[in-house]
């Protein structure tokens, strides 16, 4: 079992910056490939990012591939999403992942996750 905790979520307005943290425990934490993923009210569940546990390597979704940064540290255990240049579409419940798999975008292949954390962007 791995937990996860996430924290970083708040009001910023357009154009601001956050940075989530996901604090993992529980079993090995660098031996998950790890994942950020968001939901907007009313909408699905989305694929935001995602990074290997060794490399690493790193997939973006493009709708935040330049404003978005993931990353790691794994002597911490914690997963970090630094958001840059919000937009008010960016407005959703942002939750952390973990995979027993490989590097992947989809929701199904990751095994454990956070409760969310809040992000809201002002326009």
């Known amino acids: 079992q791995v937990q996860l905790v996430e924290s970083g979520g708040g009001l910023v307005q357009a154009g601001g910056s956050l940075r989530l943290s996901c604090a993992a425990s529980?079993?090995?934490?660098?031996?998950?490939?790890m994942g950020w993923f968001r939901q907007a009210p009313g909408k699905e569940r989305e694929f935001v990012a995602a990074i290997s546990w060794i490399g690493p390597s790193k997939m973006y979704a493009d709708s935040v591939k330049g404003r978005y940064t993931i990353s790691r540290d794994n002597a911490k255990n914690t997963l970090y999403l630094q958001m840059n240049s919000l937009k008010p579409e960016d407005t959703a419940v942002y939750y952390c992942a973990a995979s027993r798999g490989p590097l992947t975008t989809r929701e199904a292949e990751y095994n454990y996750w956070g409760q969310g954390t809040q992000v809201t962007v002002s326009s």
């Open positions: 529980g079993r090995t934490f660098s031996n998950y490939n």
